[in-house]
T-cell receptor, first 114, second 113 residues
Framework: DGGITQSPKYLFRKEGQNVTLSCEQN?????MYWYRQDPGQGLRLIYY???????QKGDIAEGYSVSREKKESFPLTVTSAQKNPTAFYLC?????????????FGNGTRLTVT | ELKVEQNPLFLSMQEGKNYTIYCNYS?????LYWYRQDPGKSLESLFV?????AVKQEGRLMASLDTKARLSTLHITAAVHDLSATYFC?????????????FGQGTRLTINP
């Protein structure tokens, strides 16, 4: 079955450490996205990529970094510069530019930084 | 800057009743999406609305879009407990072909027996 796999499901880190969240898709989608969700709030866009080797900042990119070396993979690194990293992180993908189909979401990674 | 507002943010209702969730947005768009999220889970796509006057229905849920009023509604008919979840609307501002969806805050719906 095609889908988006995020790992791990839960992640605990100490303050000051960088951490990388994995996102893999086998839907053959061109575009991939990272969103952050805080309790009781909507989703906010961190980074997105419309094509391999290219990515763009979203609305809250500070303290985060991404790479898109392969079509299937879009890992997100939460750096020590991110002031409030504890959140639920959701990766999504879509067919790509100009398409109106809905985003497909992974099951999320819940990151807790203490 | 596109802003998307949902109301109400919390809704507690009894089984069998009807209710409507509203989604207002601040700039022109003709692409709006509704998603459902169960606690601690991912988002599931419910409806894609792509033109003024679009109406989609699935079971007890019906969504509509009025692009002139910049308003979408999600109507629940004869609610059942299984529909308890958080519902999000998301608007695509159509920037450079990327689907940079802007989400509302979500409406947490609780349906009581």
């Amino acid at each position: 079955d095609g889908g988006i796999t995020q790992s791990p499901k839960y992640l605990f880190r100490k303050e000051g450490q960088n951490v990388t969240l994995s996102c893999e898709q086998n839907l053959n989608h061109d575009a991939m996205y990272w969103y952050r969700q805080d309790p009781g709030q909507g989703l906010r866009l961190i980074y997105y990529s419309q094509i391999v080797n290219d990515f763009q900042k979203g609305d809250i990119a500070e303290g985060y970094s991404v790479s898109r070396e392969k079509k299937e993979s879009f890992p997100l690194t939460v750096t020590s510069a991110q002031k409030n990293p504890t959140a639920f992180y959701l990766c999504a993908s879509s067919i790509g530019r100009g398409n109106n189909s809905p985003l497909h979401f992974g099951n999320g990674t819940r990151l807790t930084v203490t | 800057e596109l802003k998307v507002e949902q109301n109400p943010l919390f809704l507690s209702m009894q089984e069998g009743k009807n209710y409507t969730i509203y989604c207002n947005y601040s700039t022109t768009s003709d692409r709006l999406y509704w998603y459902r999220q169960d606690p601690g889970k991912s988002l599931e796509s419910l409806f894609v609305l792509l033109s003024n006057g679009a109406v989609k229905q699935e079971g007890r849920l019906m969504a509509s879009l009025d692009t002139k009023a910049r308003l979408s509604t999600l109507h629940i008919t004869a609610a059942v407990h299984d529909l308890s979840a958080t519902y999000f609307c998301a608007v695509d501002p159509g920037v450079q072909g990327a689907q940079k969806l802007v989400f509302g805050q979500g409406t947490r719906l609780t349906i009581n027996p």
